[in-house]
């Protein structure tokens, strides 16, 4: 079965941090940019963060840069989103997606996604 699985979501008070796993199965991750993103209820999808195929590169939204950090293992087939200091407006499904490309500039074509993760972070 071919599959990109998000975990690690959850409730957490603001300032309070979470990790997310985003676990490949079925093919590799190895040759992909791998992008997360989140979508807040009433919003539109937005990218949050990428790491290139070797985990040599990442870019972070503006809006998370210096609070989240994105890092790979492949040798796992798997992506993590490390997200500190978590603010209100975190709060939303985050994904992963697995692109065609191995440059997080290559493109906005995805090869497979993932079902999504909810975090909240309230108090």
């Known amino acids: 079965q071919v599959q990109l699985v998000e975990s690690g979501g959850g409730l957490v008070q603001p300032g309070g941090s979470l990790r997310l796993s985003c676990a490949a199965s079925?093919?590799?991750?190895?040759?992909?940019?791998i992008t997360w993103f989140r979508q807040a209820p009433g919003k539109e999808r937005e990218g949050v963060s990428c790491?290139?195929?070797?985990?040599?590169?990442?870019y972070f939204k503006d809006s998370v840069k210096g609070r989240f950090t994105i890092s790979r293992d492949n040798a796992k087939n798997t992506v993590y989103l490390q997200m500190n200091n978590l603010k209100p407006e975190d709060t939303a499904v985050y994904y992963c997606?697995?692109?065609?490309?191995?440059?997080?500039?290559?493109?906005?074509?995805?090869?497979?996604w993932g079902q999504g993760t909810q975090v909240t972070v309230s108090s």
């Open positions: 790491i290139n195929s070797s985990g040599g590169t990442t």
């Open positions: 997606a697995a692109a065609r490309y191995r440059w997080c500039s290559g493109g906005t074509t995805y090869t497979h």
């Open positions: 079925g093919f590799t991750l190895d040759y992909s940019a």
